[in-house]
């Protein structure tokens, strides 16, 4: 599912189900001493996941530790993004060079609170996706959208941003999506343009989303 959303030089592998126990290096396992069982097949499965991609791109084995944010730390020279909700993981992986970063996401397919949703979007964007086809829940697939966003650019700035940073727009005919960002967080990332594109996919009760960051 998540492959049919990137470029064919980015490796990806999946899991669907529920998450079985997976081998962590003891690198990794740190991390999530104490963590409840739960969250440690959660993280288990993302791991094997990743190194599942990697080797994809011809690469060993290796832990991918935890960084001080709590995100993954790729090999030397490796762009990657790991998500997971219930019954499903992927993560994706790249070599460094026309690609520069990679965000991924992962959501069940439902609505989310309205509350929520303000938290998240502006009017405007409220607006945008309440004249888009019904049957489809935008609300989700917008909270979606900026979480990858979010991921791919991480990488290049050290920062989680801001939700209202981003502003979505979709274009449903090709299921792709533009995030036009923040003045401030073009400056973050130190970007050339304020445009970001991503596309989707829906099937099997899930929504999944990327954003792969090209060099400019």
């Known amino acids: 599912m998540i492959s049919t959303i990137l470029p064919s030089d980015v490796s990806s592998y999946e899991v669907h189900g529920e998450f079985e126990s997976k081998p962590i290096w003891p690198e990794e396992s740190v991390s999530i001493k104490g963590a409840v069982e739960k969250r440690v097949k959660e993280f288990a499965t993302g791991r094997f996941c990743a190194r599942s991609a990697l080797s994809r791109l011809g690469l060993p084995p290796e832990p991918i530790p935890v960084g001080p944010n709590r995100e993954p730390q790729w090999p030397v020279g490796i762009a990657g993004s790991i998500t997971h909700c219930k019954n499903y993981c992927s993560a994706a992986v790249a070599r460094i060079g026309g690609i520069v970063s990679i965000g991924i996401d992962a959501e069940i397919d439902e609505p989310i609170p309205l509350d929520v949703l303000s938290l998240i979007s502006n009017p405007s964007e409220i607006a945008a996706i309440n004249k888009l086809s019904a049957g489809t829940h935008w609300?989700?697939?917008?909270?979606?959208?900026?979480?990858?966003?979010?991921?791919?650019?991480?990488?290049?700035?050290?920062?989680?941003?801001?939700?209202?940073?981003?502003?979505?727009?979709?274009?449903?005919?090709?299921?792709?999506?533009?995030?036009?960002?923040?003045?401030?967080?073009?400056?973050?990332?130190?970007l050339k343009t304020p445009y970001i594109h991503g596309r989707y996919a829906m099937d099997c009760g899930l929504i999944v989303t990327s954003v792969v960051v090209f060099s400019s």
Not at 163 to 175: G, H, L, Q, T, W
């Open 139 to 190: 609300d989700k697939l917008l909270f979606s959208a900026k979480e990858s966003v979010f991921k791919a650019l991480f990488p290049l700035t050290a920062q989680w941003l801001d939700f209202k940073d981003a502003f979505i727009e979709f274009a449903p005919n090709d299921r792709s999506f533009i995030a036009n960002l923040s003045i401030e967080a073009v400056r973050k990332c130190s």
